[in-house]
């Protein structure tokens, strides 16, 4: 079956800018989690989102967003951009009640000018 | 937070044994993870353990767990050159699908 899908793969903002990014779990994965990853900080969770709502949040200003669909496809936003958001954005999708197996997408990579 | 520490990179023959390890700070975890990340993609999961284990052993990987100090390894035997990569160690932090991830350890093999 067809893993989880993210897009755009690359792209390119300048600061001030918002970006939306999108991720398609795999099919019958309800739970969808994103990360941020740099060179600097690794990975970090940013937030999952379960059934429409979001159940987890991490660490990051309000600039980041996200929202989930009734199809379990999600999407997130980063508004205002700032030069530090430029990273690999990856999406994980999980099935509920496993041991938290994650499936990661191939990741958005941003970069911020 | 939860603190997850790694070395970061390894060096190693073809057909060697490579062993990346891992210490963290929460003791609660009831399962740790480890992920691999090869060029250019996300990450996919190579094995698990369960907390209540010491060991595992799945074809050419060994995990060893040790609760008391907090210590988990990963031990991949005759390594290739497909091995080479970055290896996270991952442990769920409140929440089962969030996970505190090691900064990574690359690994390189030579030929």
């Known amino acids: 079956k067809a893993g989880v899908t993210q897009t755009p793969r690359y792209l390119i903002k300048t600061r001030g800018q918002q970006v939306t990014l999108s991720c398609s779990p795999i099919s019958g994965h309800r739970s969808v989690s994103w990360y941020q990853q740099t060179p600097g900080q690794g990975l970090q969770f940013l937030f999952e989102y379960f059934s429409e709502t979001q159940r987890n949040k991490g660490n990051f200003p309000g600039r980041f967003s996200g929202r989930q669909f009734s199809n379990s496809r999600s999407e997130m936003n980063v508004s205002t951009l700032e030069l530090g958001d430029s990273a690999l954005y990856l999406c994980?999708?999980?099935?509920?009640?496993?041991?938290?197996?994650?499936?990661f997408g191939e990741g958005s990579r941003l970069t911020v000018l | 937070g939860e603190d997850v520490e790694q070395s970061l990179f390894l060096s190693v023959r073809e057909g060697d044994s490579s062993v990346i390890n891992c210490t963290y700070t929460?003791?609660?975890?009831?399962?740790l993870y480890w992920y691999k990340q090869e060029p250019g993609a996300g990450l996919q999961l190579l094995t698990y353990i369960f907390s209540n284990m010491d060991m595992k052993q799945d074809q050419r990987l060994t995990v060893l767990l040790n609760k008391k100090d907090k210590h988990l390894s990963l031990r991949i035997a005759d390594t290739q050159t497909g091995d080479s990569a970055i290896y996270f160690c991952?442990?769920?932090?409140?929440?089962?699908?969030?996970?505190?991830f090691g900064k990574g350890n690359q690994v390189v093999v030579i030929p």
């Open positions: 994980a999708s999980s099935v509920e009640g496993t041991s938290g197996e994650l499936f």
């Open positions: 991952a442990l769920p932090h409140e929440g089962n699908n969030r996970l505190a």
């Open positions: 929460d003791s609660s975890s009831t399962y």
